[in-house]
Nanobody, 114 residues
Framework: QVQLVESGGGLVQAGGSLRLSCAAS????????MGWYRQAPGKQREWVAT???????NYADSVKGRFAISSYNTKNTVYLQMNSLKPEDTAVYYC????????WGQGTQVTVSS
């Protein structure tokens, strides 16, 4: 069983920045990949970014060049640095990983005002 705890969400103006954190209850070196997803009101949950155990990253086209995913292995934490935020980035952001089963955090709200 893996527990994921997100933090760092909040209210920010368009063009601003936020950094989300996802703390895992196990060593993230034992996790092949960790990812961030988001769900806006009335919409399906969508993939945002992924980082693998080798440090490789992938991004959705909608956030490429603005968001950066990284990991701090000794803290078992994955980050999502979000820059140049837009109102359409408003959503609940979830951390995700697969370790014998799919695991989700509780989510953290990000609201971007215009």
């Amino acid at each position: 069983q893996v527990q994921l705890v997100e933090s760092g969400g909040g209210l920010v103006q368009a063009g601003g920045s936020l950094r989300l954190s996802c703390a895992a209850s196990v060593s993230i070196l034992s996790l092949n990949t960790m990812g961030w997803y988001r769900q806006a009101p009335g919409k399906q949950r969508e993939w945002v970014a992924t980082i693998n155990s080798g440090g490789g990253t992938n991004y959705a086209d909608s956030v490429k060049g603005r968001f950066a995913i990284s990991s701090y292995n000794t803290k078992n934490t994955v980050y999502l640095q979000m820059n140049s935020l837009k109102p359409e980035d408003t959503a609940v952001y979830y951390c995700n990983t697969y370790y014998y089963a799919t695991h989700w955090g509780q989510g953290t709200q990000v609201t971007v005002s215009s």
